[in-house]
C-alpha cells in the first residue's frame, strides 16, 4: 500500500516537471569569417513568455530573424515552447550577454555566449564572397606614393546577383583611384580590382580597413533563415549580406626638415619680356614637371620690393608615366613696377627618392629694366642740364638779359599782330557756325574707356586695368575686389561709373 502511494505522488508531480519553465540560448555558429551573419536563439517553454527587445549586441545592429512555436498537451493540460530568432554581423570577437525572459511573470536569465570573428587571411573555403586589402609595401616616407589593391571576389556559382564596395574611408591619407575597375576571372571566382595611389599627409602609423562590401543573392524563399534583408523582384528575392576586408597598416615616416615634397622634380621661371613700360605688366612663369606627389606644391609667394605682385591660383596636370606618378605644376605672376627690378631666384625644396636626401632646385634671377620709369627718368634730367642749346637757361641772370635785348627784325612782330586779329575773326566765325547748327559734336571717347564698356567678366576687367596699378588708389581698390571675385569666389560690384570719371578726369 506504501509503495502505491509514492508511485500515485510521483504520477501526480510528472506533469508540473514537464511543464515548468525552461529557457535556453544557442547560435548556429560560434566562430565566423568578417561579414558572416549570426543567428542567435532563445528557446523558452511555459505559459505566458515575453522575450527582450534586442537592438545591438557589442557594436553590431541586431534584427529579427523570426519566431518559430510548438505545443504539447498532456492529461488536458496544453504547454507552449517558443523560439525567437535574431540575426547580426559582429565586427570582431564579441560574448552575447545574460538576457532576460519573462515566464509567466517571472524573470529568467540565458547564459552568455562566446562569438570568434576568425582572420579573414585564413583559408576559406566555399565563401560567397571575399574582400582583401593590398598594399605593395607596409612603409614608406611622408608624400611617397603606396599602390593600394582593393580585391572583391564572388564565387560564380552562388547565384550572386549584384555586389557594391561602401567608400572606402582613408584617414591620414591623400588618396586617388587610377584608372577603372579590372575585371579578371580566377577559378570559381570573378575578381574585381580597384586601384588607388596613396600619400601619408602626415607621420605615424595609418590603419587601412576593414572595409565592406555589399552583395545580394537570389532566392526563391520569402523566408531566410539567417536572418538577410529580402526584397522581391520579379517573384524572386534578394537576400543581401556584406563581407568585411583585412586591415592594412601602413608606418609612414617623416622627411627630414619639414618637407612636404617626395620625388625628382625640376622648376623653371621664364617671362614674356624683359624690357618693359612703366607701370605695364611682366608676366612671369612658374613651371615644376616631375615625378612624386606634384599635387601637394604649394602655391609661390614672391617679394619684389617696390612692385606690386598679383598671382593666378596654381594649376596642376598629373597622372601617370608607364608606372610612375607625377604631372605638372604651372603658375602664372603679373609683375608691375615703375622703375628696374629683379625677380628673386625661385626655389623648390624635396625629398628625393633617388639619393633619399633633401634637394634644392632654384631658377636663376631676372633682370628687368623698365622704360620711362623713375631709375630712367634719371640720366635724362641729367642730359638736359648738361645741354648745349638748353630750352630753359639755368642761368637767371642770362635769361634777365636775354629778355632785355630788342627784337632784331621788326617785321616779325607785324606779323604775329596780323596773325592775332585773323585767329579771333575765323574763331566768331565757327561759333556762328555752330549756333546755327544748333548741334553739340560728342567728345571723342577714350579707347581704355571702350575696352572696360565692351569687358564682359571680371577677369577681363582685371586685365584691363592692371597695367593702371600704381597709378591711383581708385584702380588698386577695383584691382583688389575684381582679385576677391575671380580667387575668392567673392560678390563685390564693380561700378564701371566711377572708372569712367577717373579715366575722363585723371586724378592730380
Not at 627784337?407 to 566765325?429: D, R, S
Request: net charge positive; proline share 6%; with cysteine.
Amino acid at each position: 500500500m506504501r509503495k502505491l502511494l509514492i508511485l500515485g505522488s510521483l504520477l501526480i508531480l510528472i506533469p508540473f516537471y514537464l511543464f515548468s519553465a525552461e529557457v535556453s540560448a544557442s547560435v548556429n555558429k560560434s566562430a565566423v569569417y568578417p561579414g558572416d551573419s549570426v543567428v542567435f536563439s532563445i528557446k523558452a517553454s511555459g505559459g505566458d513568455i515575453e522575450f527582450p527587445k534586442i537592438d545591438k549586441i557589442g557594436n553590431a545592429d541586431v534584427s529579427e530573424a523570426g519566431t518559430s512555436s510548438s505545443y504539447v498537451i498532456i492529461n488536458g493540460n496544453a504547454s507552449k515552447t517558443l523560439t525567437k530568432m535574431y540575426s547580426f554581423t559582429p565586427e570582431g570577437n564579441v560574448t552575447i550577454p545574460s538576457f532576460a525572459v519573462k515566464i509567466d511573470g517571472k524573470e529568467y536569465m540565458t547564459k552568455p555566449i562566446k562569438i570568434v570573428v576568425l582572420n579573414p587571411n585564413a583559408p576559406r573555403p566555399n565563401a560567397k564572397a571575399l574582400l582583401e586589402i593590398r598594399a605593395d609595401k607596409n612603409s614608406s616616407y611622408v608624400g611617397e606614393p603606396v599602390n593600394i589593391e582593393l580585391v572583391l571576389k564572388l564565387k560564380a556559382s552562388a547565384n550572386i546577383a549584384k555586389a557594391q564596395i561602401d567608400t572606402p574611408k582613408f584617414d591620414n591619407l591623400w588618396v586617388k583611384q587610377i584608372g577603372d575597375v579590372q575585371k579578371t576571372q580566377e577559378g570559381d571566382y570573378i575578381v574585381q580590382k580597384y586601384r588607388f595611389l596613396a600619400f601619408a599627409q602626415q607621420a605615424g602609423k595609418i590603419k587601412i580597413g576593414p572595409i565592406t562590401a555589399h552583395y545580394a543573392t537570389v532566392k526563391r524563399d520569402s523566408y531566410d533563415p539567417f536572418g538577410g534583408m529580402n526584397i522581391s523582384i520579379f517573384g524572386e528575392n534578394l537576400v543581401w549580406k556584406k563581407v568585411l576586408s583585412n586591415t592594412v597598416t601602413i608606418d609612414a615616416k617623416p622627411l627630414p626638415g619639414n618637407l612636404e615634397l617626395y620625388g625628382n622634380f625640376d622648376i623653371k621661371a621664364k617671362v614674356d619680356k624683359t624690357k618693359v613700360y612703366a607701370n605695364k605688366p611682366v608676366n612671369l612663369t612658374i613651371t615644376v614637371r616631375g615625378a612624386g606627389n606634384i599635387d601637394d606644391v604649394k602655391k609661390f609667394n614672391l617679394n619684389i620690393p617696390n612692385a606690386i605682385v598679383y598671382s593666378d591660383e596654381p594649376q596642376v596636370k598629373s597622372g601617370f608615366n608607364g608606372s610612375q606618378y607625377g604631372g605638372v605644376f604651372t603658375q602664372k605672376i603679373a609683375i608691375i613696377a615703375d622703375k628696374n627690378y629683379t625677380i628673386p631666384p625661385i626655389k623648390l625644396r624635396y625629398f628625393d627618392k633617388n639619393s633619399k636626401k633633401e634637394t634644392v632646385k632654384k631658377t636663376e634671377p631676372i633682370k628687368i629694366t623698365v622704360i620711362g620709369g623713375k631709375t630712367a627718368a634719371a640720366p635724362a634730367q641729367v642730359a638736359v642740364a648738361n645741354s648745349p642749346k638748353p630750352a630753359v637757361s639755368a642761368n637767371s641772370n642770362q635769361s634777365i638779359a636775354a629778355s632785355k635785348e630788342p627784337p632784331q627784325n621788326c617785321t616779325g612782330g607785324y606779323i604775329k599782330y596780323l596773325t592775332f586779329i585773323l585767329g579771333i575773326f575765323l574763331g566768331a566765325a565757327a561759333m556762328l557756325l555752330w549756333q546755327k547748327r544748333g548741334a553739340k559734336k560728342e567728345p571723342k571717347e577714350l579707347p581704355i574707356i571702350k575696352k572696360i564698356k565692351k569687358a564682359k567678366s571680371d577677369k577681363e576687367l582685371y586685365k584691363i586695368l592692371l597695367p593702371f596699378a600704381n597709378e591711383s588708389k581708385v584702380i588698386a581698390n577695383k584691382l583688389k575686389k575684381l582679385e576677391e571675385n575671380i580667387y575668392k569666389n567673392g560678390k563685390n560690384k564693380i561700378d564701371k561709373e566711377t572708372l569712367f570719371d577717373y579715366f575722363e578726369e585723371p586724378e592730380e
